[in-house]
């Protein structure tokens, strides 16, 4: 279960000193093994020291998903120079480092870092610049950031946060390709800072490892720690190994690659819609098998399912007949909202119910493939449709509530059209 981001404070703490940023170059280069203050020629063929400048030493109190950044400065033999910056992060006492977010600094060293506060448990950070044939990587001082739950029944003090009354969650998919549109994408979320639902395909062309490496982290990554995603056709175009490998057992395993989260006081059912590869979507798969026995259970008011092929479409693939054992399923238990991707467009439905006719007690779907890939013409115009759009990237913002939510497409581009409304959940 994942907190509201509004319910946890994070205390962030600074454990090694960092430099003060320089106003200039330095005018001679320090041997790293050199007696303090002994200063020597750089040699034209010996490798020459990074310095990674600029992060304060200082202690803040943050909420759990708020947007983090430093402003640094790389200098490489004492000169500022353009390199590659990654932020990597682990659990403290873990060795594993995973990467959440790379950049490539200006031609003169300089470089915003920007991570997002991670929604429980105690993380360490390290900053590192790619070595080349002439410089030497170095690593930067760890961070260590602590995230706890404060005592609701104490009222919060002066510092505290008061907890919201909703929360903001951003749903987008058909993201990484290179060259794509991610970058732009991405940036909206950074503009309001909230939990990321990725509906699918996020790393083109095969899901492979160096597909996410270089098409989806670059500009995702960084979102990692409050991202919750299913996986889309490209992912299984390689097995969906690397999937798994860069998300973690926290969103399922490849045996079951399904998992139900708490998002806002909703209840997020993230399903796969790749029914041929994980034993079928049918009554008595394991799939829903599983998810009948999640809507035995008690369920919050409102309520939402994830996966990537659409139900109902009008774009070039047009609606996917296999989810409908789960779409019954789902809309037989109340749910209020299906998210999905896999068009490369934006589409609303009207609240639809198994057999697609309107219902005021069906499910509304949401189509966003618009995270990154390029866009593609809609062709039909299916029964339900209410709004369609594939003039911009973009995402789709939802306000959640305990009993209601807002949606607002966000478009990338200044004149791309949106779409907003309000309604009750069911």
Known sequence: MVPRAAASVVTLTVTAAWLALL????????????APGAAVSASPTAKRATAILGWQETTRRVTAGERLSDRIRIF???????????LLQARSG???????WR???SARGRITVRWTAPDSGVWRYRAKVAATSKARARTASTRRIVVWTPDTSIAPGPTEPTPSSESTVHVTGDIGQCGGAADETAALIDSAPGPLVATGDLAYPNGTAADF??????????FTPITFPVPGNHEYNS????YFDFFGDRVGTPAQPWYAVNLAGWRFYMLNSNCAQVGGCGAGSPQYSWL???????QPRCTAAVWHHPRWSSGVHGPDTNTAPLYTLLADHGTDLLLTGHEHNYERFARLDAAGRTDPSGIREFVVGTG????REIPGLAAGSEVRLNDSHGVLRLTLRAGDFDWRFVPTEANGGTDAGSEQCA
């Open 239 to 242: 097995g969906a190994t690397a």
């Open 103 to 105: 950049g490539k600094t």
């Open 372 to 375: 990154g890939a390029a866009l």
């Open 292 to 298: 009948a026995d999640q809507l035995r259970s008690d």
């Open 76 to 86: 490489t033999g004492g000169q500022s120079s353009q390199r590659t910056v990654r």
């Open 213 to 222: 490496a270089n098409c989806y982290d670059p500009s995702y990554g960084r």
């Open 23 to 34: 106003s200039g170059p330095a005018p001679a280069t320090v041997r790293e093994d050199a």
């Open 94 to 100: 873990s060795d594993v480092w995973r990467t959440i």
